[in-house]
């Protein structure tokens, strides 16, 4: 993973910010306030209607606020020109809205250009970014129009990032992309912004997507109500309202397990046994869970609930399904669906036994609301990007 | 460098006298190459060259005067209508009678012809700037605003590269036009082809005077058409990238 010159983040602070269209007898925004740190990722989310556009457009000042304040790194964006305000901040619109004149270089320097970058460094940026976003070198003589829609919006992000703004605003970024590619590239996102670490204002209706990409999920409602500002595990577990309820829909339980990756929380043991040894008291010892591996280290079946003296392959049940410590509570779940919840063997990155999953270890990850700081939470709190 | 075409023709003869004179032309037949090309320097560059400069005059003033009110007009837009109607106006006048308006005010010279012909050419201009500046997507433009480019800014390196096919497009209608209308100013200030051609009608027909100059007003306006085609394929390579060129 290349990474770009990482440089700052800001925290960002909306302070009882009011927006009222003229004509309009509701405010579109009324009296919000939330803070992002430094270094997070922002999701507006909510029907349309609820003014998330609007909360984010506020920032770059692209439409200006009624009253109240948006601080970016403590200082009002008042303070500036709208320009120069713009040009300190990345923005990333659905149709990207890249130049059709201009080839991908030229689309990517836009920003640095504006700032008086030479043209050294441009290019260097450029070649960069390009990098950044996984497109060849050579794709950058070509013009948009000769882009795939998941490239140009590639090269969408590339420029919002050129001058390595402290903030970003992404209004439904992957919106106009194909579900296949619209996964493939949040994945590619959240790979980039666990580099880059910029504090992310991303507007999206998608709950599913909110919830893959938030670090904090802002909820509104129609007329700009703040229903709910959390974390997408606490806004699964413990929906603010009625609305938030419906509107994460019925199955937040099960949106909440694909949240946790298998390697985030406490595997039971596994007993590792090798052909000849035997399998007694461990198995006795309680969880009963053993697996016969070969000289390698890498496991060849399952030798659950078996007590004996010396090993026989013959044994051991065959390994028909495993799961990898990347893979979800969601897909462990699933696959114990297909098998009468029996608990399942699990394999690290090496594939090598890393322990196993059961039906109680899920219902206790259920029970627990990841970001709340209890000392019992056996699960790592850091979010991680899904693969 | 606007003077008056050789004196072969002015208020001559319909067959010149002077200089061995062709069985073609006594017989006055379709075209006489050997006229032509006796005349070809002394007659007829002159008044292709006057043509072209006459013509070029109008569309530059005319593009000039289009341009900043469409420039005007895509800020304000409650100036479209007030200059649409104006240059309909102009545009609708038959262009005979617009020379024969003009004269008793400006008199009989190339500021009347001018006017006329740059007259022509503005509604086009306006319309087609307007058109290609009207014509940006709005999500570049809101992209190229929420970067951080100006007004200006977005206007300079945005708006106009894009509106330069639609804005070609228009030049090479006007310039054509213009070339053929600059033909019916000689009704009014003796110059150009249109001089070539009205002297030949006026005292009888004599063939290839008329139709020699005539088919070279065709083909300048071919020849002007196509490097206005050329230079939007060199200004806009991007466009041609975007139909797959």
């Known amino acids: 993973m290349p990474v770009a010159a990482t440089g700052t983040a800001a925290p960002l602070e909306f302070r009882d910010v009011t927006k009222s269209f003229p004509g309009m007898e509701t405010p579109a925004l009324d009296h919000l306030s939330f803070e992002v740190p430094a270094g997070e990722v922002c999701v507006l989310v909510g029907p349309s209607g609820c003014g998330k556009t609007t909360a984010m457009r506020l920032v770059n000042r692209m439409i200006d606020m009624t009253s109240g304040d948006i601080l970016i790194d403590g200082k009002s964006i008042k303070g500036s020109q709208p320009a120069d305000l713009r040009r300190a901040i990345g923005y990333v619109i659905q149709h990207v809205g890249l130049f059709p004149h201009k080839n991908i270089l030229d ?47 590639r090269v969408g992000v590339a420029r919002a990032l050129a001058a390595d703004p402290p903030l970003m605003l992404m209004d439904e970024p992957f919106g106009a992309i194909d579900p296949i590619n619209r996964d493939r590239l949040q994945n590619e996102f959240l790979r980039l912004q666990q580099a880059i670490k910029k504090t992310v204002v991303f507007v999206t209706h998608d709950i599913d997507e909110a919830i893959k990409m938030g670090d904090r999920i802002a909820i509104l409602r129609e007329g700009g109500d703040l229903v709910q500002f959390d974390t997408p595990d606490r806004i699964l577990a413990e929906p603010a309202d009625d609305f938030v309820a419906r509107f994460v829909g019925a199955d937040r339980g099960l949106k909440r ?9 406490d595997l039971e043991n596994a007993t590792v046994v090798r052909e000849g040894e035997s399998v007694g008291l461990e198995a006795a010892n309680g969880t009963g869970n053993v697996v016969l591996v070969d000289n390698d280290g890498r496991p060849v079946g399952d030798l659950r609930g078996h007590q004996m003296s010396a090993v026989r392959a013959a044994d051991a049940r065959p390994l028909e399904r495993t799961l990898r410590s990347t893979d979800s509570l969601r897909d462990a779940l699933s696959m114990m669906m297909t098998d009468s919840l029996r ?37 790592n709190l850091e979010k991680t990007a899904a693969t | 460098m606007i003077g008056q075409v050789g004196g072969a023709l002015a208020g001559g003869p319909v067959i010149p006298t002077f200089g061995t004179t062709s ?9 006489c ?17 006057q043509h072209i400069q006459l013509s070029v005059i109008a569309v530059v003033i005319g593009f000039a005067i289009a341009f900043v009110l469409a420039v005007a007009a895509h800020r304000a837009r409650w100036v479209i209508a007030p200059v649409t109607f104006f240059t309909s106006l102009l545009y609708t006048v038959p262009s005979l009678a617009a020379f024969e308006i003009l004269v008793p005010i400006t008199g009989i010279n190339y500021f009347t012809v001018e006017i006329a012909l740059v007259s022509y050419t503005l509604l086009i201009l306006f319309t087609n700037t307007l058109a290609g500046l009207s014509g940006v997507s709005p999500e570049v433009l809101d992209a190229a605003t929420g970067i951080g480019l100006t007004r200006t800014q977005a206007l300079l390196r945005v708006e106009l590269p894009l509106a330069l096919p639609t804005i070609i497009a228009g030049i090479r209608v006007a310039v054509v036009t213009i070339i053929s209308l600059t033909t019916v100013a000689a009704y009014v200030v003796p110059a150009g082809l249109g001089k070539i051609i009205f002297d030949a009608i006026g005292n009888s027909v004599f063939n290839t005077a008329f139709i020699g100059a005539g088919v ?26 975007r139909r797959g060129g």
């Open chain 1, 107 to 153: 689309n990517i320097t836009v920003v640095p250009k504006l700032l008086g970058w030479d043209r050294k460094r441009c290019a260097e940026r450029a070649e960069e970014l390009l990098e950044l976003i996984s497109l060849p070198q050579e794709m950058g003589s070509r013009y948009p129009s000769q882009l795939s829609g998941g490239q140009r919006q």
């Open chain 1, 257 to 265: 397990l694909a949240l946790t990756k298998l390697d985030e929380i």
């Open chain 1, 343 to 379: 608990p399942l063997l699990v394999l690290d990155a090496e594939g090598r036994v890393a322990g196993y999953v059961s039906i109680d270890l899920i219902n206790d990850a259920l029970r627990r609301v990841r970001g709340d700081n209890h000392s019992d939470s056996g699960i």
């Open chain 2, 23 to 31: 069985k073609c032309v006594l017989q006055n037949r379709t075209f």
């Open chain 2, 33 to 49: 190459w050997d006229w032509f090309k006796d005349r070809w320097s002394s007659t007829f560059v002159p008044a292709l060259l």
């Open chain 2, 216 to 241: 070279l007003c065709i083909l300048l306006a071919l020849v002007a058409d196509a490097l206005f085609a050329g230079l939007q394929r060199v200004l806009t390579p991007w466009a041609a990238a």
